[in-house]
């Protein structure tokens, strides 16, 4: 087993406590700027970062990669779309905690496009999650329109991740990862130029497309990319799955909302879905 540095796992938790900070900062911000409008500026700035630190990317744009990178593109768009509308329309704890249910359904998208055999554990997992998601959506007999967004946004995830698995051996890791951030940014200039582009109306609302751009995507897809060349992905998942937690404590920490313990048990059961989704193998035989 390669050795991992120490700072390898404080600095990935650093990418999952970003990641929820986001959350609590796009609240507002799509309240004073459209969500097509507000992801088009800020993946237009993070595709330019990540250009501006590597021009030579460019090049390798070849039909090949085109022919994947696009495709997972709009996967990616759609799930970023249909995750600030979730925003937009219920909390940023419960739209982090439906995010997070990517981790879930992944293996399940696998087994069915790529027929991967699914554990027992994943199933565990499955049952969990559904409990979870029913304490924090059913209200009554309804779902509210927010968590349907937000399963739509965990269900786009899911397929990019095993599009992303399926189609990234052998390819340029970089060169995708920037195709697919332009592809987000295109997608989303088309639902933004629809109705006219409104620019960001003051200095609040920047620094959110700012914070996001530059450490919630460019910093955070460098820094995942390096921290997954030192550790398992298993090991990555799971600090990267604390991004929900933090989401829900930032947003009661700054006063955005208060959690109802119906929502903290929900949550809870979905974080230890994603736990055993994504624990160690070397646990295996506890589960």
């Known amino acids: 087993m390669k050795k991992t540095p120490i700072f390898a796992a404080p600095v990935l938790l650093s990418v999952a406590i970003v990641?929820?900070?986001?959350?609590?900062?796009?609240?507002?911000a799509i309240e004073q700027q459209p969500v097509f409008d507000f992801l088009a500026t800020r993946f237009t700035i993070a595709t330019l970062i990540m250009i501006a630190v590597r021009p030579s990317v460019l090049k390798k744009f070849t039909p090949d990669l085109l022919r994947v990178?696009?495709?997972?593109?709009?996967?990616?768009?759609?799930?970023?779309?249909?995750?600030?509308i979730a925003l937009q329309t219920t909390?940023?704890?419960?739209?982090?905690?439906?995010?997070?249910?990517?981790?879930?359904?992944?293996?399940?998208?696998?087994?069915f496009v790529v027929k991967q055999k699914i554990a027992r554990k994943v199933w565990l997992a499955v049952a969990l999650a559904t409990a979870g998601l029913a304490l924090i959506s059913i209200n009554g007999v309804s779902i509210e329109l927010g968590q349907i967004w937000g399963i739509a946004c965990a269900i786009l995830f899911a397929a990019h991740i095993v599009g992303l698995g399926s189609?990234?051996?052998?390819?340029?890791?970089?060169?995708?990862?920037?195709?697919?951030?332009?592809?987000?940014?295109?997608?989303?200039?088309?639902?933004?130029l629809v109705d006219g582009y409104q620019t960001p109306p003051n200095g609040d609302v920047w620094f959110a497309i700012?914070?996001?751009?530059?450490?919630?995507?460019?910093?955070?897809?460098?820094?995942q990319t390096w921290a997954q060349g030192l550790m398992d992905a298993s090991r990555v998942a799971?600090?990267?799955?604390?991004?929900?937690?933090?989401?829900?404590?930032?947003?009661?920490?700054?006063?955005?909302?208060?959690?109802?313990?119906?929502?903290?048990?929900?949550?809870?059961?979905?974080?230890?879905?994603?736990?055993?989704?994504?624990w160690p193998?070397?646990?295996k035989a506890l589960i």
Request: a neutral charge; charged letters at 5%; glycine letters at 10%.
């Open 19 to 28: 990641w929820g900070a986001a959350f609590v900062l796009m609240k507002p």
């Open 69 to 84: 990178g696009v495709p997972l593109g709009v996967l990616l768009g759609g799930g970023y779309i249909t995750q600030t």
């Open 91 to 111: 909390t940023a704890a419960i739209t982090g905690f439906l995010t997070g249910l990517y981790v879930v359904l992944t293996p399940l998208f696998a087994w």
């Open 167 to 192: 189609w990234s051996p052998g390819r340029d890791a970089y060169a995708l990862t920037v195709l697919q951030l332009a592809t987000t940014a295109s997608v989303c200039w088309v639902g933004a």
């Open 210 to 223: 700012l914070f996001t751009a530059v450490f919630a995507t460019a910093v955070a897809f460098f820094v």
């Open 238 to 278: 799971i600090i990267l799955t604390a991004e929900v937690v933090f989401a829900a404590l930032i947003s009661v920490w700054v006063g955005q909302e208060v959690l109802t313990l119906k929502t903290i048990l929900g949550g809870a059961l979905m974080l230890v879905a994603m736990l055993v989704v994504e």
């Open 281 to 283: 193998r070397r646990l």
